[in-house]
Nanobody, 115 residues
Framework: QVHLVESGGGLVQPGGSLRLSCAAS????????MGWYRQAPGKDRELVAT???????NYAGSVKGRFTISGDNAKNTVYLQMNSLKPEDTAVYYC?????????WGQGTQVTVSS
């Protein structure tokens, strides 16, 4: 089992920044990739950004150039730096870890972008 705990969400004005953190614990060996997904009210969960064990990074087109995913192996933590936030970025953000064929999810953290 992989246990994921997110932090760093909150309320921010348009154009502002937030940094999300996801700390992994448990059976973390052989995790293939970690990343962030988000789900807005009434919408499906969508990919935001992922980083593989080989440091290959993938971003959704809607966040490319504004969001940056990074990892700290020593702390077993993945970060999502979000800049130039827009109201349409409002969603619950979920941390994800893929290990072989299994997906693990955090509990989610709310990000609200509003003036």
């Amino acid at each position: 089992q992989v246990h994921l705990v997110e932090s760093g969400g909150g309320l921010v004005q348009p154009g502002g920044s937030l940094r999300l953190s996801c700390a992994a614990s448990g059976s973390i060996f052989n995790i293939n990739a970690m990343g962030w997904y988000r789900q807005a009210p009434g919408k499906d969960r969508e990919l935001v950004a992922t980083i593989s064990a080989g440091s290959i990074i993938n971003y959704a087109g809607s966040v490319k150039g504004r969001f940056t995913i990074s990892g700290d192996n020593a702390k077993n933590t993945v970060y999502l730096q979000m800049n130039s936030l827009k109201p349409e970025d409002t969603a619950v953000y979920y941390c994800n870890a893929k290990k072989y064929q299994t997906n693990y999810w955090g509990q989610g953290t709310q990000v609200t972008v509003s003036s």
